[in-house]
């Protein structure tokens, strides 16, 4: 008769555990702090580099210079759904994407972070 409650803890662990990593694929939830960056990381690579390198792994892609630094958008030439800026640092770059709260996932956000960093590597 104690052995059904000693199993009671380790089922109510594993309802819990299954519950969170149900929820890490679900896209619903809190909604994004647009002025906060989706991706905010440091790079060995130069920017030139990692800029060629998002250009060759990315449609749709316009590339511009602003004070030292790259900037590149992502997405149709109407709707961007993507803006990364490459900054010189003393030891590479520092890479910060932004995503708007309304602009659509286009590429899809987790190719996005993929191709980022591939190119950040």
Do not use: W
Request: glycine residues 4%.
């Amino acid at each position: 008769m104690k052995r059904p409650l000693l199993l009671a803890p380790v089922a109510v662990a594993l309802a819990a555990a299954l519950t969170a990593l149900a929820g890490c694929g679900s896209s619903s939830g809190p909604a994004r702090d647009a002025s906060l960056p989706m991706i905010y990381v440091s790079s060995q690579r130069a920017p030139a580099d990692i800029a060629d390198c998002l250009e060759s792994r990315l449609s749709r892609v316009r590339t511009s210079r602003v004070s030292g630094a790259m900037q590149i958008a992502v997405g149709s030439d109407s709707n961007n759904s993507y803006f990364v800026t490459l900054t010189p640092s003393n030891a590479g770059s520092v890479i910060k994407v932004m995503h708007p709260a309304n602009a659509p996932d286009d590429p899809p956000e987790p190719e996005m972070r993929f191709d980022i960093a591939r190119c950040a590597t």
